[in-house]
DNA sequence: CGGGCATGGTTGAGAGTTCAACCAGTACAC
DNA sequence: GTGTACTGGTTGAACTCTCAACCATGCCCG
């Protein structure tokens, strides 16, 4: 066990700027997106990495795994998304386990509403307020920090 | 109410490794945290607050409006910290609906206990995988974020 | 085949956060 | 002073998340 490593004074302004602006900027957009749509940020995130998917379907593992959510949050999520009919659960019938999570057209439409708003706001809250030069480098900070964290996925879903 | 202006791929590609580094990083810190001092980083949050506050103690709106807090959430949280001994409460003299929260010897104790090992997560896991350079640039990113959010407070409370 | 063991997912209790409603106590005007 | 509005802070219910315990099914080896 060697000696903590202390931030200086210029490391620990960086730090709290960072963390305060993350925090603040996410805060928003969750606020967004509850205010205007009725839906937490992390069930709009499983709304998308559904309608992403093929056949609009993705196992309960998987869906999990695309964002680093744990099995337990998921599994109370979907059961709450079912709920309101924006999602639907099947079983697998190869693995007598296994769940896939299916986005119905409901869920959908609900997607469809909330994401101009969703969008709008980190347009304006992000890259509105950042060079084109600045996002670039925010890019390359965010894939160095993911590779630090064990993240695999330097992930670039888009094409 | 004009049109929405999407994403562009490569945003869209910058904007996900934003928000999963920014998250997964988060969230490491308060998985260590809640691990290793069992205290949530919200209530590291408030300690290390009251700590650098004279005669550690702050008005229960400063404590809220120093970082993004709701009332709500700081009255709940300090009497959690209440309950366990690490702040007490005392009414303000001056003006009776008032609170200060006061952080206790062991409160600060515990603090102490909890620092080095959250000051060394955020080294490893963020200064040490971004180059000097990277560090300039991402204080800059923040502070331009923060303005954006209106956040008065590009504040330097280090010295 | 049968006994471990890993895997996919669910469940329930406990904890933190949010939102709206709610007290005081203060300030300001009439 | 009394009425009104505002401010500082608390409370309770609803909701999400976490953690650990728990089924059920699949896998593998003797």
């Known amino acids: ?91 697998c019938p190869t693995d007598k386990r296994g769940s896939f999570a299916v986005l119905t057209d409901k869920g959908y439409s609900a997607l469809e509403a909330a994401a101009p708003g969703h969008v709008t706001e980190v347009r304006e809250k992000l890259f509105d307020v950042l060079t084109p030069q600045q996002v670039e480098q925010l890019g390359e900070i965010s894939r160095a920090i993911l590779r630090g964290l064990g993240a695999p996925t330097p992930h670039c879903p888009v094409e």
């Open 1 to 91: 066990m060697s000696e903590t490593r202390w931030l200086t004074a210029c490391e620990q302004e960086v730090w709290r700027a960072f963390i305060t602006a993350a925090d603040g900027l996410t805060d928003q957009l969750a606020r967004q997106l509850q205010r205007d749509s009725g839906m937490p940020y992390t069930y709009y995130e499983i709304l998308v990495a559904l309608s992403e998917a093929p056949e609009r379907t993705l196992r309960m593992s998987e869906l999990a795994g695309a964002r680093g959510s744990s099995r337990s949050r998921l599994s109370h999520a979907v059961a709450r998304l079912e709920e309101v009919g924006w999602v639907r659960r099947r079983t």
